[in-house]
């Protein structure tokens, strides 16, 4: 397989993100970095204020990754549906759960919630976001059944 197969993306698929099934709820995702220019300004927003304790090492690490939360919540994150049908019959509803079941709206400040609470899902997030594979547009090709 050439390199130009194996590294290179589509931009637009960056930008407008991929579904990130987790079964009960699903997530569209853009890329954190490569196209999507948006991820890149937000996090050197979000970081500029704590440039120096960056450059020094010095920044908490609950301070880092409340930066990365709001990035992401800001900048990867396209998306957040829940299956308010069956397994076999899944309806998607745009919504975020709370933490006692309800549907809250899937608003960056309740999305940020999510992940501090969850950090497991949010680290999976992250890792997903980065993935190159995903943003190919032969996957998404082959993925779609063309």
């Not at 049908?85 to 919504?95: F, I, M, N, R, V």
């Not at 549907?103 to 976001?129: G, R």
């Amino acid at each position: 397989m050439s390199m130009y197969k194996q590294f290179q993306t589509d931009p637009s698929i960056e930008q407008k993100g991929v579904i990130l099934d987790y079964g009960t709820f699903r997530v569209t995702v853009a890329r954190a970095g490569g196209g999507n220019k948006r991820y890149a300004a937000v996090l050197e927003a979000r970081s500029k204020p704590f440039r120096r304790a960056i450059q020094t090492e010095t920044i908490s690490p609950e301070r880092a990754s409340a930066i990365l939360r709001e990035t992401y919540a800001e900048a990867v994150v396209q998306r957040w549906e829940v299956n308010v049908g069956t397994e076999k019959e899944p309806q998607w509803k745009e919504g975020i759960e709370g933490p006692n079941g309800d549907l809250l709206p899937p608003t960056k400040e309740n999305i940020i919630q999510a992940f501090a609470s969850l950090p497991d899902l949010f680290e999976d997030i992250q890792v997903q976001a980065q993935r190159v594979a995903l943003y190919r547009a032969a996957v998404q090709e082959a993925d779609s059944g063309n």
